[in-house]
């Protein structure tokens, strides 16, 4: 028997899970995910090399009808694929560890009370991920538990980056700018260490572009101020969210308009953003090739949202030595990277456009100012690395 880390992603229509061997290298032995939870569920793992080794779809209203039976289901799954593994520990992505944590935890009963209490920050999101530790201690009886939060990089912010300017209670209250992504960021962080050691220790800008997008100042290895805020709606556009907005936008839509908080919710998450602006697709590969007008001005305002806070968040740095694209978006799109960049040489910036055309891991010229960089994060990993540690401890 080799012992193996599970580690578990609970979203709120899909849960990703992967295994890891349970030493330094942390190889990736089996990964997949359970999607389209509650309408037409399909589950399928594949083992290091690709190969599928689970392959389930259940038609609609058949199959796993909630994230508890989904959960258990790839955790069925899982058990029956790592063969001779011994699963020692689990590590779980939480999207709110609240003021307090500020580091990953063992999750114990104490532990597993704080988070439920935290569901109010993030209705949408931690139910799931509590669901997810629930099922894992049904399939695995004793083993370590671990929670690594999405809010824990930024818990070093100064204040002024983590306040409103509302009366001083809210604040105590728990009304502050988390900010989240952080295991991503933290991914970022310490990637740079190893590929851009000059960095690590500079002023940069993580821009993680995904299906949700968020963008990251980080000063010597250390968040100090994110796009997002007290939610995961806040800052740039994403695929369905609408990012920064007027809040007198909102005040009027429930005041003149008849929105209640129901209907204001599916508008700011899932209408709103790059799909609602294109009418087309939350996509953006669907939308770089889509090209009707609609496309191209949601790519548009996607981006000038992305060089707007760049500005705002090299302002508060004093300055910029590097600027990282991660993410999906960030990964794959040179047009997008293209976009962000151009123009930007009062920054410092420019941009190799070979070298970003090809995808290479430094896109920017030889003589920029800044480095630009092109890195694939991996928060799975990033909880595989702080389970480990907390299993060595
Ligand atoms: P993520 O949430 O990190 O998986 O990112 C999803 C987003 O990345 C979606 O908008 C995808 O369309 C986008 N994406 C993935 N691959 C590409 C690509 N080759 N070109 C443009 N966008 C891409």
Known sequence: MTDAILVVNAGSSSVKVELFAADDALASLLSGQIEAIGLAPRLHLRDAAGATVADEAWPQGEGPRDHRAALAAIGAAVARAAGQRRIVAVGHRVVHGGAALAAPVVIDPAIRAELAALTPLAPLHQPHNLAGIDAMADLHPGVMQVACFDTAFHRGHPRVADTFALPRAFYQRGIRRYGF????????????????????????????????????????????DSTMGFTALDGLPMGTRSGQIDPGVLLHLL????????????????????????????????????????????????????????????????????????????????AVRAAVCTGMDWLGIALDDQANARGETVISAPGS?????????????????????????
């Open 181 to 224: 992504h952080g295991l991503s960021y933290a991914y970022i962080a310490m990637r740079l260490a190893a590929v851009a050691p000059a960095l690590a220790g500079g002023r940069v800008v993580v821009a993680h572009l995904g299906n949700g997008a968020s963008m990251c100042a980080i000063r010597d290895g250390r968040s100090i």
């Open 369 to 393: 100012r800044v480095q630009v960089l092109r890195l694939p994060t991996d928060e799975e990993r990033m909880i595989a690395i702080e389970t480990l540690r907390l299993l060595l401890r």
């Open 255 to 334: 005041t003149t308009e008849g929105y209640d908080a129901a209907a204001l919710t599916r508008l700011l998450y899932h209408d709103s953003g790059l799909k609602g602006l294109s009418g087309l697709s939350s996509d953006m590969r669907a939308l770089e090739q889509a090209r009707t007008a609609e496309a191209t001005e949601a790519i548009g305002y996607f981006v000038y949202r992305i060089r707007k806070e760049l500005g705002a968040l090299a302002a508060a740095l004093g300055g910029l030595d590097g600027l990282v694209f991660t993410a999906g978006i960030g990964e794959n799109s040179a």
